[in-house]
Nanobody, 117 residues
Framework: QVQIVESGGGLVQPGGSLKLSCVAS????????VNWYRQPPGKQRELVAS???????NYADSVKGRFTISKDNVPNTVYLQMNSLKPEDTAVYLC???????????WGQGTQVTVSS
């Protein structure tokens, strides 16, 4: 079993920045797509950003140009850099790692991001 742990959430003013981290207990990010989802209060979960095992990235239209997903040299870690935050970015942010052919999908517990003045 693989554990996924997110961190880096918190309270930030509109226009501010946060950097979320997603850490896996095993070296799986070279063979999985890593997705950042968010779930605003009372709303459905939505996909925010993805990075494939090869490093290809995709973003929801609502965050393009503001958020950046990356895999750095720190092992087993994926980041979500969030800039120019808006109140509507307030949500629980969850990290997911998946490899459908292997039937792998692992979820973290999430980290709360609150954008408010």
């Amino acid at each position: 079993q693989v554990q996924i742990v997110e961190s880096g959430g918190g309270l930030v003013q509109p226009g501010g920045s946060l950097k979320l981290s997603c850490v896996a207990s095993r070296s799986i990010f070279s063979v999985t797509t890593v997705n950042w989802y968010r779930q605003p209060p009372g709303k459905q979960r939505e996909l925010v950003a993805s990075i494939s095992a090869e490093g290809t990235t995709n973003y929801a239209d609502s965050v393009k140009g503001r958020f950046t997903i990356s895999k750095d040299n720190v092992p087993n870690t994926v980041y979500l850099q969030m800039n120019s935050l808006k109140p509507e970015d307030t949500a629980v942010y969850l990290c997911n790692a998946e490899n459908p052919p292997l039937r792998w999908t692992f979820w973290g517990q999430g980290t709360q991001v609150t954008v408010s003045s």
